[in-house]
């Protein structure tokens, strides 16, 4: 559910939960001394990434920021990797958001393997068959093909990934 226009945007408990959760292994994961060179800034303005005016608030008339949950990863400055967090309970109009963090990956020369995309809560249970309905399903069609998607992962899981990122990038970035 989205806030009504001009009130502060909410969270379920749930939502809140889950995102506190993958923020922290990022951050604990970053602070590794192995991955000293790497950095997060917590926004990055939607406009100067695309070198346009058009996106404002609704209130102040300032350009927009984009606040990807984990972050605008960077490798000794350079973009490198983006992730967001997830958690929805229904299938209607899921995970759109996610869709904007790609395309800015896509803008900005990210490889779209280092968008880390978590979906976590009801709407990403698979059925009796082992398929995902709706929206979710098709967005975790997409998102396992393009990016790194990981579907109501463990903590461990969440760690792991996010660290064979960053070890991907550091490779590549030395060679």
């Known amino acids: 559910m989205t806030a009504p226009c001009g009130h502060k945007g909410f969270m379920s408990k749930s939502s809140k939960a889950s995102e506190k959760r993958s923020k922290?292994?990022?951050?604990?994961v970053l602070n590794m001394p192995k991955y000293k060179d790497f950095?997060?800034?917590?926004y990055y303005e939607t406009n100067s990434l695309y070198n346009t005016t058009l996106s404002v608030t609704e209130k102040t008339?300032?350009?927009?920021?984009?606040e990807p949950d984990f972050g605008l990863i960077k490798y000794k400055g350079k973009p490198v990797a983006i992730g967001d967090n997830k958690w929805?309970?229904?299938?209607?109009?899921?995970?759109?958001?996610?869709n904007l963090y790609i395309a800015d990956?896509?803008?900005?020369?990210?490889d779209l393997?280092?968008?880390?995309?978590?979906?976590?809560g009801p709407a990403f249970v698979p059925n009796e068959d082992g398929n995902y309905r709706g929206s979710s399903g098709k967005q975790i069609v997409r998102s396992r093909h393009y990016n790194t998607a990981l579907i109501?992962?463990?903590s461990e899981e969440i760690r792991i990934e996010f660290q064979n990122i960053l070890d991907r990038i550091i490779e590549k970035e030395n060679q």
């Open 24 to 28: 922290k292994i990022v951050s604990e």
């Open 39 to 42: 950095t997060s800034d917590r």
């Open 61 to 66: 008339k300032k350009p927009t920021l984009s």
């Open 88 to 98: 929805q309970d229904s299938h209607k109009n899921v995970v759109e958001r996610c």
């Open 105 to 110: 990956a896509m803008k900005m020369g990210i």
């Open 113 to 120: 393997k280092n968008v880390l995309l978590i979906f976590d």
């Open 152 to 154: 109501n992962p463990t």
